[in-house]
């Protein structure tokens, strides 16, 4: 089971991203993906949540509006695009999996697998 998260870059305030999370070695159809991301000096935050059975569910206030997360089930692939960017949105960004719906309220010991994380950059 793996995760490979990537699609991050420099880009201006204002501007969009769409990341991008690979799953091998198991199918995303029974699966919730968890995004989080850890900005310079920050602990990792849960941002939002996404799975088969019920959608997406947000838990930062701060993303509402602006992220959405959509799912290529062919493509074994989650997608995490990220608009209005702003430089408080400069973080690493992880996707986490595991089997099932997304949780009530997110934590990483909820998700077993990991990516490597992929570098977001906002310039104000």
């Known amino acids: 089971v793996q995760l490979q998260a990537s699609g991050g870059g420099l880009v201006q305030a204002g501007g969009s991203l769409r990341l991008s999370c690979a799953a091998s070695?198991?199918?995303?159809?029974?699966?919730?993906i968890g995004w989080f991301r850890q900005a310079p000096g920050k602990e990792r935050e849960g941002v939002l949540c996404?799975?088969?059975?019920?959608?997406?569910?947000y838990f930062a206030d701060s993303v509402k509006g602006r992220f959405t997360s959509s799912s290529a089930n062919a493509k074994n692939t989650v997608y995490l695009q990220i608009n209005s960017l702003k430089p408080e949105d400069t973080a690493v960004y992880y996707c986490?999996?595991?089997?099932?719906?997304?949780?009530?309220?997110?934590?990483?010991?909820?998700?077993?697998?990991w990516g490597q994380g992929t570098l977001v950059t906002v310039s104000s």
């Open positions: 986490a999996g595991d089997i099932g719906g997304c949780p009530l309220v997110i934590y990483e010991e909820y998700f077993g697998s």
């Open positions: 070695g198991f199918t995303l159809d029974h699966y919730a």
């Open positions: 996404i799975s088969s059975r019920g959608g997406t569910t």
